[in-house]
């Protein structure tokens, strides 16, 4: 039986946090379909950095937390590759989009030998769109205001993906369009279970919606979150009801648009003569101020009493933390 391994990179803002929560829920039942969900990713990421412990903050890892679950990814996929009766295995993380070209090639040295091939796939979208939704998301999570939007970057598909083709062969690399209208029946989870050959999956496991992406409304008010929370804290409030706030999404400016006019056509260019992907255009809009979704008052009030919220949580949440994390698969 020929073991093929789909290795998920991302990018991010194409449904990965969807794609990897309903993979990690799940896991039993795709076991039955001949899906082998591999746990413990972290853990094969550390195989391909040159410093594992730079990898020990992402989750709070420590070093001898870190050994721990590279031997249970190890262990997974060893199981995987010599006893299950699962044609394919699934590894999925956005975290492998930032390692350079030497851990690449340690990565797929790792992998090749645990299954008959590697195929990696990749989720592009429109490169504006997902500036500004990277964007949204920092000031979100507390790590950006919507003032320092100057500093918002294009990713460089063009630098990265090239190396995935050169490591792991051009016929080994699925590049997929994340557009409204482009994904199978519509969904991240049932797109990716089409590429990587289990459509049938799809239609029997209902996709978790996880990490939507905020309103306007919403990431004025996760701006304002930002000015009372102490400082250095990342705590900005429960993410979670910013998501129920509805209405029109950020919009893109032209201002926006003009600052990375070269970079934004060398991105489609490359996208569009490489694998044939054509996105449709993003229009720019004029944003509203803050105040036309929020006066300054009711921001300060709510950003005050959410961060408050949000840190007796956070307290919780330390006291409460099992041994581990219920929703992983075991080492299976």
């Known amino acids: 039986m020929t073991k093929t391994l789909y290795l998920h990179i991302g990018a991010g803002k194409t449904g990965t946090s969807s794609i990897q929560a309903t993979l990690g829920q799940n896991w039993h039942r795709l076991k039955s379909e001949g899906v082998w969900v591999v746990p413990w990713v972290l853990g094969v990421l550390a195989e391909a950095v040159s410093d594992p412990a730079r990898l020990a903050p992402v989750q709070g890892f420590d070093p001898e937390k870190l050994r721990d679950v590279r031997a249970r990814a190890h262990r997974s996929l060893t199981r995987w590759k010599t006893r299950a009766p699962a044609p394919t295995a699934v590894i999925s993380s956005e975290h492998f989009h930032g390692i350079n070209l030497a851990e690449k090639r340690r990565l797929q040295a790792y992998l090749a030998a645990l299954a008959d091939r590697v195929v990696i796939v990749c989720y592009v979208r429109h490169p504006?769109?997902?500036?500004?939704?990277?964007?949204?998301?920092?000031?979100?999570?507390?790590?950006?205001?919507?003032?320092?939007?100057?500093?918002?970057?294009?990713?460089?598909?063009?630098?990265?993906?090239?190396?995935?083709?050169?490591?792991?062969?051009?016929?080994?690399?699925?590049?997929?369009?994340?557009e409204r209208g482009a994904l199978w029946q519509d969904s991240p989870f049932a797109d990716f279970c089409q590429a990587i050959g289990h459509p049938g999956v799809a239609l029997r496991i209902q996709p978790d919606a996880r990490n939507r992406g905020l309103t306007r409304a919403a990431i004025y008010l996760a701006d304002a979150l930002a000015e009372p929370a102490p400082a250095g804290s990342p705590v900005r409030g429960p993410s979670d009801?910013?998501?129920?706030?509805?209405?029109?999404?950020?919009?893109?400016?032209?201002?926006?648009?003009?600052?990375?006019?070269?970079?934004?056509r060398r991105q489609l260019t490359f996208l569009r003569e490489t694998y044939g992907l054509r996105f449709r255009p993003v229009a720019p809009a004029a944003n509203p101020p803050p105040a036309a979704d929020f006066d300054a008052d009711t921001r300060r009030a709510l950003a005050t009493l959410l961060n408050a919220q949000a840190l007796k949580i956070?307290?919780?949440e330390a006291a409460l933390t099992p041994a581990e994390d219920p929703e992983t698969p075991p080492d299976q």
């Open 241 to 264: 009801w910013l998501a129920e706030i509805p209405g029109p999404g950020l919009a893109i400016t032209q201002a926006i648009i003009d600052a990375h006019a070269g970079d934004l």
């Open 128 to 178: 504006l769109s997902k500036m500004v939704a990277m964007g949204a998301q920092r000031v979100r999570d507390g790590y950006g205001r919507l003032a320092q939007q100057d500093r918002w970057r294009i990713d460089r598909m063009d630098l990265d993906l090239p190396e995935w083709s050169a490591v792991f062969g051009a016929e080994n690399l699925l590049v997929r369009k994340f």
């Open 314 to 316: 956070a307290a919780l």
